[in-house]
């Protein structure tokens, strides 16, 4: 069975500092991992995912997340946080060992930028 | 390109009532997904159809419960006797021939 665990409900950052924000799985089959983010009142916008290629996956708005099967990882970074980036961060794995595909989310990340 | 869209966008309701919540996939999406997220929390599986039928249907919560897809597009959630503990933020999913997921705007549930 698949399991998302996001560490930190909530998470500040200076506006311009390095913003990461971290997501364990765990999976029994090569995992298919995506990162969500969502703003108030809307629904969720795909930022970016790994699916077996290329480790190190670039998202929109800057964002990028490195794949670490090692450490059972697929944390969140951008280099400089900016305003706009306050949000809610969903980390989610693919259920391909059902072959629904449904996805199991973490609890989220709640994300604020301070002047 | 349309997105997922998903109506209303709000439902107040009393306890009892019945309810029905409409999603509009992403047109040629065979895959649709239904989930709920409650305040605070990520959002959580309930209903899976590909094409017509539900081919997995082990998040909803109870019989109370019950989703349709008859022409392979649009969807209907349905929930009878509503209780206040159903209230939340219901999304819609589509997917199509990968397994990236796209989202509507969601319906948000208020059973008073």
């Known amino acids: 069975a698949q399991s998302v665990t996001q560490l930190g409900s909530h998470v500040s950052v200076s506006e311009g500092a390095l913003v990461l924000l971290r997501c364990n799985y765990s999976?029994?089959?090569?995992?298919?991992l995506f990162w969500y983010v969502q703003y108030p009142n809307q629904g969720l916008q795909l930022l970016l995912k790994?699916?077996?290629?290329?480790?190190l996956v670039k998202g929109i708005n800057g964002f990028e997340a490195e794949f670490k099967k090692s450490e059972t990882s697929f944390h969140l970074t951008k280099p400089s946080a900016h305003m706009s980036d306050a949000a809610e961060y969903f980390c989610?794995?693919?259920?391909?060992?059902?072959?629904?595909?449904?996805?199991?989310f973490g609890t989220g990340t709640r994300l604020k930028v301070l002047a | 390109g349309a997105g997922v869209s998903q109506t209303p966008s709000n439902k107040v309701t009393e306890k009892g009532k019945y309810v029905e919540l409409r999603c509009d996939p992403i047109?040629?999406?065979?895959?649709l997904y239904w989930y709920r997220q409650s305040l605070g929390q990520g959002p959580e599986f309930l209903i899976y159809f590909q094409g017509t039928g539900a081919a997995d249907d082990s998040g909803l919560p109870n019989d109370r419960f019950f989703a349709v897809r008859p022409e392979g597009s649009v969807s209907t959630l349905k929930i009878q006797r509503t209780e206040r503990g159903d209230s939340a933020v219901y999304l819609c999913a589509s997917s199509g021939r990968t397994d990236t997921q796209y989202f509507g705007p969601g319906t948000r549930l208020t059973v008073l």
């Open positions: 999976s029994s089959v090569p995992p298919y």
């Open positions: 989610a794995v693919s259920d391909r060992d059902s072959g629904t595909y449904k996805y199991i």
């Open positions: 047109s040629g999406h065979t895959a």
């Open positions: 790994y699916t077996s290629a290329a480790t």
